[in-house]
Every structure is written in structure tokens, then in C-alpha cells.
């Protein structure tokens, strides 16, 4: 176990390169350059060759690049080219809101699909399956920034009400409160992307369930929670674990469209703020940290497969 | 006093003592009505992306600003003045003398106003030495400093007058004296802190100070206990919400969970119907806004060098059904180049002279003119456009296009994305023609040097015209009103004539806030700070 660790950890180090390089062209690739847009759309400075060469950016793109990997391996981040403020700063204050916005999300979708699969799976084809189906497939056809808009608009325009938005709590004011405001963004992204895990704990548990193991443990006369938990459902987690590691992506890309609706101050509307100015330093850093949380999120779940089938451990 | 300088003239020095009058009516007028001190006000804002507002010309920024610092004078505000009413009233000056020949301003600041109490002012008085430095930081690094003039020098005769030389007399001097960019700054805090961008260098002397900023939330201001108009402003805090998505804005304003909807209080013309069943208290009210609409030409090359072919334009659109059917009776025919609100400027269209016949709807003569300049089968052309500023405006554009196609002009509506259309096209780098609504100016000059003047960067349509430069430059350096309306009248015809715009007609704004807030009244102008000290809430 530990030399996988190991070789996934050397593993990251290319994949960063790799990420460093496409962060940096791509955020270049966006039409519109960030010191037209200081000059002719906010009038930041008076010339755009001596605005250039104060932001750095009239040096060739290979020195640029170099430059900002350099700062990288000092462990700076880059200053936004707006404020001048180290983009690490504000990934700081903002990285909580989005983390447990994702974590709630994942916790919600884990909360609707575990059980809901697994029961789908025990009633084959019976009408509670057939609902869990039609939910699963409802649940990925809706996209989660439709049911945001309407969790906002419709109670507004009915009965004058609205969730409460435009003002933030902090963890340290009020811990309750602060979890509060994320419970309706995080069951429309939770809700969207349990679909997915359902299916495939249905599907899942399905298999398991006619092994002969499976048999055996319903002969030897244990109970119904022994089998499925403990039997059956352990050794379904595997594929549904990979499942939820591929989807961490899709809950960090989420929560930018769901803080956007809901007012929230994480990663993404500061990255959407920064895309709109062009910001490439912020735009970098913050794309940076979350393929390193993605690369990062997976190796954990990598990892998890050793708590889950001790096989895994034993071939180390 | 140096002998080059003329005497104060007398005229300028009445209005605007006329004025201060008016300023200091105003809240005690508006007190003997009944407004009430407390409460918060919670406004939909917009998060600036720096508080300095000599470092950007962006409008969020002035927005904030606004709140915190003054500027020497200010617009009238409040629900009696038009939206459009840019009256000028003392604010942190009393009043300001100008020579004869318009070229020296002697400013009388008023005595007794006082930063906040914070490190580094500490409460001190402001004076002529903040003047100076705020104009000279103006005039060094703001976007806008051709707005000001030429100025050759700032002078401090003693700590509570300025004295502002210009190199030539600028008409728009006084009024741009009033625009949140001009505000007044305290040279400490850059000092202290190197520049203005940061939330902490909000330290000012206005109606509020900023209570708490929550980067990607809100900023919180509160009534700054030290405000030099001791009776304002009403309301103990104003949130500023920085909630971005307009569906959200929305609903929390139908929750009342927001007072106002946007900056300017605008609701979408959609939602109208719906706004009347949820919130039927609320007032809903169209007003004058500035955002002309213009179709821009290539004026310095075929086809639209030929006068002909631009007057053809200008006659393929019925203006008057456009804004009875597809606006419903609530939009200008605005013909520009002054817009429609701008009433104290705008010529009436029977005053147009010879121009004014191309301002009708006559698709015949059209057709006659585009085949006199030899396209008598019409032609096809590529119009660009960001499709980012509302359905609405495409729903313009293609109706523009519609109209055109009755003379035979096809026009291919080329969508741009943002950065590329306005690093382009907006500048006037396009190939054949491009529409779009125009930037917002509060001064008449705005609206006719910038799209007129050759070599201009918002002169879109490439115009180069002796004459009219002539005048352009003219009615800056007329400051007597009557004389300057006769140049701008002239203006007016000339550029109507020459077709070097066709501009289409535009609707009202509209917009809504929970009636609990009294006198309120939609503004065209960033000076929000000015507009809400003078509102109180209901009890």
C-alpha cells in the first residue's frame, strides 16, 4: 500500500506540469485581453504598452510561464492583477465556503442514493424500484442550475418568500447558522448528481446480491441488515466509490453556478469574477488548487478501496 | 491676484449661490414632510472591483464610492427631481466664482467639514490642501481627466478656497465637479496605504462610512455621525448586496428582502404583469434614461461615405410605430444626438431644419436615394453586436434589420463576444456598420464630442468633419448656457443632416423599490450616496 501511495504521488507531479501548462494557455485563450479590458473598458491606466510591461505581460509567453511555476515552487500563488492582493489570500477566505458547499452536496447525494438504491435493488421491478429509477433518471436530466433558480423564484413569486441571501455567517459566528445557508444550494447539487450514484448502487448491489457468498450468508440464517450491509453492500462500495471520485469535478464546477444563484462567497463566483477581468493570475491559481484538490480527492478515494476489500491491502 | 487672471463674473457666482439655497431647502423641506431617522436599507449593489476611483472608470466603483466621499458639488436628488435633473447644489463647497473668460474658478469650501475620526485623519477638517491633491490626482491618473479640461494649475490661497486654472475655458467643468470620480480624497491614506484599491482606504467625509466588507457578500454603511449636514442622512445603514444572479435579485425583492432591485432600480419590462400581482404596493414607474441606441457606419469609406446612402437608412425606420407598437407607448423616437431626457438641450425635431426630413419614415425616397447613389437592388451588409446586453436588444436590432429590408438592405447581424466587440467594435473597428447602446454621460458634451470629434475613440462612425469640430470645440469653451445651446442647436442640425448616426428609438426605464422607502427617485448618475441621504423609511 505504501509504494502505491508512493507512485501515485510521483504520478502527481506530471499531472501538476501538465495542469500548470494547460491553466496557463488556456485562461490566455479566452477572447479579450485583460489589458485592453483595464484600458478601454475601466480606464486602469493611460497606455497600454507601459500598463504591459507594469503587469509583466509584455514579456514572451515561455518567460511568463516560467516566472509564475517559479513562484509556484516558492509557494506563491500570483497577485491579482486587479487589486494587487496575493490570490492565496483570497482562495483562503473563500475555500471553506466551497469545500462545504461540495461536502454537503456529496453528503446529501450519499444520503438520497445509498439507501434509495439499495432498496431499489432488494424490490427489483417492483413500483418502489420503478420510482427510484424514474427518480435516478429525473435526477440527471435536471440541470441543477434550473432547480436552484426555481427553489429561488417560485416560493418569491407565490408566497413572498425567499431563502435568505445577501447576507453571509461565518463558521466562527454561528456554526449553525453558517451550515443553514448551504442546505438549499447543496440539495440541488446534491440532488442532481445522486442520479448517478443510485444507478449504480442499484446496479451494483444487484450483482452482488446473486453471488453465492451473498447465498450462503442468507442459509447461515443471518439477518437481513448483516447480509446487505455488511455482505453485500461493502463489496458494492468499490465502483461506487470510484463513481464519487470522478464526480468530485462536477461538485467543485457545481458549487461555482450554485454560489453564483444562492450569494455565496467561495471559489467559484471569486473565479467567474476573475474570468469576466480577465484576471489571469487568479484565474490560474484558483484552477491550480482545484485540480489539486481533484487529484488529491481521488487519491483519497483511491486509498479508501483498501479500507473497503482487504484484498487491496494484501497485494501490497 | 496675478493680472492675467480675469475678474470673477458675476452670473456664475448668483446661480450658484442660487443653488446653495436650493441644497439647503432641500432636506428641510423634505423633514417638514415627515421623514423619519432609522432603519436599513437593503439595495442591490454591485461589487467594485477597486475602491479607487481615480485608478478605474468603472461605474461600481463610483457607485461605492459615492457613499463614503463627496464631491465640492453635487446633483439634486430626490422624488421631485427629474431623473435627468443635473442642478447643481453645494456639497463640499459653498459655492464657486468663474472669471469672465472662463478660464478661473475660485471655489469657497465650506468650513467645519470633517474626515471620519480613524487613523490616519483622525477627524481632521477638510481643506484646500485636499482639493488640490484630489484634482491633481484626477488629472494625473483618472481615465476621465480630459473631462476636466485642460488644468494648468491648482492654487490654495488659504484652507478654505481653491483656485482652478484652466488653459482655455471647458463648459462641462462645473457639472464634471459633480461626478462621483471627482470626489474628494485624503492624501494621508494613500500615504498609508499606497493606493485607494483596497476597502480599508475608504475613509471619507460623506453621509456614511463603511461599517464592514464582506468580499463576494456585501458592504455594510453605516451614518456617519460627523456628517456635515447634520440633519441627513435618514437611515442608520444601507447594505449594499452584492448578489450577482438577476433572478435571485429578483425574487429577494418580491420576498422584501431587498428594498431596491438593482443600483438603479430596474425591473425587467417582462415582468411587469407578475411584479403588479406579487407586490402590488409597489410603485412601478418609467423613466428617462440616456442609453441612446445608434447604428454606427463606416462614414470613411463606400457605401456609407455617401451621404445619400446614410439619409436612406435614417428614412427606412418608422420611429413613431416603433415606439407605439413594439415599445408600447413608453420609449423615445430619439433621433440623437442629444438624447430625449436631456431636455434642456434637445432641439426640437421641427427646429431640425433640412435635416429633419430624414428623420421621417419614407421608404420611397429611401429607395430612390440608395439607387441614386447606385444600389438600386439594395444591398447586403454585416452588422456587429454583442448579443449580451439583453434580448431586448436583439429583439431591437432585428427590428431595425426588418425595416431596412423594406429598402431593399439586408443585414446580417454578426454576434461578437464581449471582449471581442467591446475592444472592437465599440471603438469603431468594425468593417460596415455595428448597433449598440452608447456609455452613459450625465453632461451634453459627453454625447456629442466623444461620437463626433475626428480622431475620438468612441467616434464609432469614423466621422471626420471640419465644421463640426469646430463646433464641437466651440461649445466646450462657452460657458453662458444661451450662447453654448446656440452651438449644440447648430450641432444638432448639422449632425442630423449628415446622417453620421442613425439612431433608433429606445424605451423607458423602468424600475421598482419597496414603498416603504420615501422620497426616492430614479437618478441617471452614480452618485449614490447623494441619492439615498435624502430617502427615510416609513415608520
Request: with cysteine.
Amino acid at each position: 500500500m505504501t509504494l502505491y501511495v508512493l507512485k501515485r504521488l510521483i504520478l502527481v507531479v506530471p499531472t501538476l506540469i501538465l495542469v500548470t501548462l494547460f491553466v496557463f494557455g488556456i485562461v490566455r485563450a479566452i477572447p479579450g485581453d485583460v489589458v485592453d479590458m483595464m484600458l478601454e473598458q475601466f480606464q486602469y491606466g493611460k497606455d497600454a504598452q507601459e500598463l504591459r510591461a507594469r503587469l509583466g505581460l509584455d514579456r514572451p509567453i515561455v518567460e511568463q510561464y516560467l516566472a509564475w511555476a517559479g513562484g509556484l515552487l516558492r509557494g506563491e500563488l500570483g497577485q491579482s492583477l486587479w487589486t494587487n492582493r496575493p490570490a492565496a489570500q483570497d482562495i483562503a477566505a473563500r475555500f471553506p465556503v466551497t469545500i462545504t458547499l461540495s461536502l454537503l452536496s456529496i453528503a446529501i447525494s450519499l444520503l438520497v442514493a445509498l439507501p434509495v438504491g439499495i432498496l431499489a435493488a432488494l424490490r427489483q421491478d417492483s413500483l418502489g424500484d420503478y420510482t427510484a429509477r424514474s427518480f435516478a433518471i429525473g435526477a440527471l436530466s435536471v440541470p441543477n442550475f434550473w432547480l436552484a433558480t426555481l427553489i429561488v423564484v417560485l416560493p418569491a413569486f407565490y408566497f413572498n418568500w425567499a431563502p435568505s441571501i445577501g447576507s453571509f455567517t461565518g463558521f466562527r459566528e454561528s456554526p449553525g447558522r453558517y451550515l443553514q445557508q448551504f442546505i438549499l444550494p447543496a440539495i440541488c447539487l446534491g440532488i442532481t448528481q445522486a442520479g448517478v450514484i443510485l444507478r449504480m448502487t442499484r446496479g451494483m448491489m444487484l450483482e452482488v446480491l446473486r453471488q453465492d457468498y451473498v447465498r450462503t450468508a442468507w442459509a447461515k440464517g443471518l439477518s437481513g441488515q448483516a447480509v446487505v450491509l455488511r455482505h453485500a453492500l461493502r463489496n458494492a462500495m468499490i465502483p461506487i466509490v470510484t463513481v464519487i471520485g470522478g464526480q468530485m469535478p462536477f461538485y467543485f464546477g457545481g458549487s461555482i453556478v450554485m454560489e453564483y444563484i444562492f450569494g455565496l462567497p467561495g471559489l467559484g463566483s471569486f473565479v467567474l469574477e476573475a474570468i469576466s477581468r480577465r484576471d489571469y493570475p487568479v484565474i490560474q491559481a484558483v484552477n491550480l488548487f482545484v485540480a489539486l484538490l481533484v487529484i488529491f480527492s481521488n487519491l483519497a478515494v483511491d486509498l479508501s478501496y483498501g479500507a473497503l476489500d482487504p484484498r487491496v491491502r494484501q497485494e501490497d | 491676484m496675478n493680472t492675467r487672471w480675469e475678474r470673477i463674473g458675476r452670473r456664475s457666482f448668483v446661480k450658484l449661490a442660487a443653488g446653495a439655497a436650493v441644497a439647503g431647502s432641500v432636506p428641510r423641506a423634505a423633514i417638514a414632510q415627515g421623514p423619519r431617522r432609522g432603519g436599513v436599507i437593503k439595495h442591490i449593489g454591485l461589487e467594485p472591483p477597486s475602491f479607487d476611483i481615480h485608478g478605474t472608470v468603472s461605474y461600481q466603483t463610483q457607485l461605492a464610492s459615492s457613499f463614503v466621499h463627496r464631491t465640492l458639488f453635487k446633483f439634486v436628488n430626490g422624488a421631485k427631481y427629474a431623473p435627468s435633473d443635473y442642478t447643481l447644489v453645494p456639497d463640499l463647497a459653498l459655492k464657486a466664482d468663474v472669471s469672465k473668460e472662463g478660464k478661473m474658478y475660485t471655489i469657497a469650501l465650506r468650513p467645519g467639514v470633517r474626515w471620519e475620526n480613524r487613523a490616519p485623519l483622525g477627524g481632521r477638517e477638510l481643506t484646500s490642501a485636499d482639493v488640490k491633491y484630489s484634482l491633481e490626482r484626477a488629472v494625473k491618473k483618472s481615465g476621465y481627466a480630459s473631462l476636466l479640461g485642460q488644468i494648468e494649475g491648482v492654487e490654495t490661497p488659504d484652507k478654505h478656497t481653491v483656485r482652478v486654472h484652466l488653459a482655455d475655458a471647458f463648459a462641462p467643468f462645473m457639472h464634471n465637479l459633480a461626478e462621483p470620480w471627482n470626489a474628494i480624497l485624503p492624501r494621508e491614506v494613500e500615504d498609508k496605504l499606497g493606493d485607494f484599491k483596497s476597502a480599508d482606504s475608504m475613509l471619507g467625509c460623506g453621509p456614511f462610512v463603511l461599517e464592514r466588507y464582506e468580499p463576494g457578500v456585501k458592504a455594510v454603511f453605516a451614518r456617519n455621525p460627523t456628517y456635515f449636514q447634520k440633519d441627513l442622512p435618514h437611515v442608520d445603514h444601507v447594505e449594499w448586496l452584492f448578489v450577482k444572479d438577476r433572478s435571485t435579485q429578483l425574487s429577494l425583492f418580491r420576498a422584501g428582502q431587498a428594498d431596491v432591485p438593482f443600483y438603479d432600480a430596474r425591473i425587467p419590462r417582462s415582468d411587469i404583469g407578475s411584479f403588479k400581482k406579487s407586490n402590488p404596493t409597489y410603485p412601478i414607474v418609467f423613466w428617462d434614461w440616456l442609453a441612446v441606441r445608434s447604428l454606427a457606419m463606416r462614414t470613411d469609406k463606400a457605401p456609407f461615405s455617401d451621404v445619400r446612402v446614410r439619409r436612406a437608412f435614417s428614412l427606412a425606420i418608422d420611429r413613431k410605430k416603433w415606439v407605439a407598437q413594439f415599445l408600447e407607448g413608453q420609449g423615445f423616437e430619439d433621433h440623437g444626438p442629444v438624447p430625449a431626457p436631456m431636455r434642456e438641450w434637445k432641439l426640437p425635431t421641427k427646429d431640425y431644419g433640412e435635416g429633419a426630413r430624414w428623420l421621417e419614415h419614407n421608404p420611397a425616397l429611401a429607395r430612390k436615394l440608395l439607387a441614386e447613389a447606385g444600389f438600386p437592388n439594395g444591398m447586403k451588409l454585416k452588422c456587429t453586436h454583442w448579443p449580451g446586453y439583453g434580448p431586448e436588444y436583439v429583439e431591437e436590432l432585428e427590428l431595425l434589420a426588418f425595416y431596412l429590408k423594406q429598402i431593399g438592405v439586408e443585414l446580417s447581424i454578426v454576434n461578437e463576444e464581449y471582449g471581442n466587440y467591446i475592444r472592437g467594435s465599440f471603438l469603431g473597428k468594425y468593417d460596415e456598420l455595428s448597433w449598440g447602446p452608447s456609455s452613459i454621460f450625465t453632461e451634453v458634451d459627453g454625447y456629442l464630442y466623444n461620437f463626433f470629434k475626428t480622431g475620438q475613440p468612441n467616434n464609432r462612425s469614423h466621422v471626420s468633419d471640419n465644421k463640426l469640430d469646430v463646433m464641437l470645440d466651440a461649445q466646450r469653451r462657452y460657458t453662458a448656457k444661451s450662447s453654448r445651446k446656440k452651438v449644440i442647436d447648430d450641432i444638432q442640425r448639422l449632425a442630423t443632416d449628415q446622417v453620421y448616426y442613425v439612431y433608433t428609438p429606445y424605451p423607458k426605464q423602468l424600475s421598482s423599490w419597496n414603498p416603504r422607502i420615501k422620497n426616492y427617485g430614479p437618478k441617471n448618475s452614480f452618485d449614490k450616496g447623494a441619492q439615498l441621504e435624502a430617502v427615510w423609511l416609513e415608520g
